[in-house]
């Protein structure tokens, strides 16, 4: 039985062949014919959902990276990409963009079932012209990744 498992995991690591340096570059490896993509790469690419912006009330309260949120300022945030991520966010019914930074967690999970991927401050939301609609279909592209 010993046996058995050994040559089964010689085989194994014989049959995964790939670069161990991809993974931490964010790319494609094939590991026992079948072919996976890091997060990394998969954040990458853009993607389309709604915006939503931050609701009054929320200037100065704390934010998940511990600054307070400037409503001012041309923040957003992002469920899963990491703190200091800029973005390019296109808003998909005017073809207005702005580059934003990822401050902040959210949306909530009730908004993100709804098809919301990003929250945008109030300053975001009036660049890119969607104060009055409240939510917008939007394009978001990754323009530089934060630590």
Known sequence: MQREIAVALAVF???????????????????VGV??????TAK????????SYYGPGLQGKRMANGKP????????AHPTYPFGTVVRVTNLKNNRSARLRIEDRGPVRAARDEGVIIDVSLAAAKALDFVDAGRVPVRVEVLKWGA
């Open 44 to 51: 990458a690419k853009a993607r389309q959902g709604l915006a």
């Open 13 to 31: 690591c014989l049959t995964v062949q790939f670069d161990s340096s991809a993974l931490a570059r964010g790319e494609q490896h094939t590991a």
């Open 69 to 76: 949120l400037n409503m001012n300022a041309m923040v957003a």
């Open 35 to 40: 072919t996976h993509t890091t997060a990394k």
